[in-house]
């Protein structure tokens, strides 16, 4: 497989910087502190006083009253902790049922620290959203994907699902990751990285070089992830077939750049929709 990296698929360890400063934060509704232990036996409690047990024909919402919650408490693994509590009020954020259309377009910051984050960083990136850091709080380690599951506005990625959807973003493929759909840590960082190629391509002023500033790979967003784009900087595949992920596109100008970029982003496109297409043509035929 092309740059098969071994390391990147040890979750992401080898790209964190250590050492950055504790994050502490608030709900924009209650004070409970990021990294926060099991869920309090009185939350427990009121809740099963104030709803009435979830059935599988509800809508796909949390029931529990502040929703910031049951998404930080689904972060930190408590879906599994705390089955009885989690599945019966916190069933969307623990991924127990499918949301509506509706729902998935509510995309919302959960903490208070969210602009903030996303706006002024820290000491070793200018943009906490990003995840290229980490920090321990009380025993849990803190990333950028932690951020964009509580920040999701503010960290720009609104609209962005990982699946055939993102063909419609403008910005190339869809992008994917081996074991992405099982670990939500790499499925966050990987999200975080293709808002951050958004951002970018949508800053390019030149017409003609953010036409063909494409990923026309599936795995670009993880090449720039790891050091592939450094590392493999020459190659066609990062020149001009990621260089939206790489942030290279000026340099599409030179050496016929823009033509072998168009036709690189030609030829994916192709390849998606006959793909598309086919999948569809199976699933017809089965039914």
Not at 34 to 54: D, L, M, T, Y
């Amino acid at each position: 497989m092309l740059f098969n990296n071994t390391k990147f698929t040890t979750r992401l360890s080898v790209l964190v910087v250590l050492g950055c400063s504790l994050l502490v934060a608030t709900s924009s509704s209650s004070s409970t502190v990021v990294g926060a232990a099991n869920i309090p036996e009185s939350v427990k409690k009121a809740a099963g006083a104030q709803v009435v047990a979830a059935t599988t024909e509800s809508p796909c919402v949390d029931a529990y009253i502040l929703k910031s919650e049951c998404i930080e408490w689904a972060w930190w693994g408590e879906c599994d902790k705390n089955k009885a509590f989690m599945h019966d009020q916190c069933r969307q954020s623990c991924g127990l049922c499918t949301p509506t259309e509706d729902e998935e377009e509510k995309c919302t910051n959960h903490l208070d620290t969210c602009t903030e984050w996303a706006e002024k960083g820290n000491k070793k990136v200018d943009n906490l959203c990003h995840g290229h850091w980490n920090s321990v709080k009380d025993g849990k380690v803190i990333t950028g994907a932690y951020v964009v599951e509580m920040c999701p506005a503010a960290c720009k990625a609104c609209g962005i699902h990982l699946d055939d959807r993102d063909i419609d973003l403008g910005i190339g493929l869809p992008q994917s990751f081996d074991g992405m759909d099982t670990e939500k840590e790499l499925f966050n960082l990987l999200k975080g990285k293709v808002a951050e190629i958004r951002t970018y391509v949508e800053s390019i002023e030149d017409d003609a070089v953010r036409e063909v500033c494409k990923m026309s790979h599936p795995n670009c967003a993880r090449f720039a992830l790891s050091s592939d784009c450094e590392s493999h900087f020459d190659h066609p595949v990062m020149k001009y077939g990621c260089a939206a992920a790489c942030k290279t596109c000026e340099n599409l100008v030179n050496d016929n750049g823009i033509f072998e970029a168009r036709h690189m982003w030609a030829t994916a496109l192709r390849e998606f929709r006959e793909q598309k297409e086919l999948a569809h043509q199976t699933i017809s035929a089965t039914m």
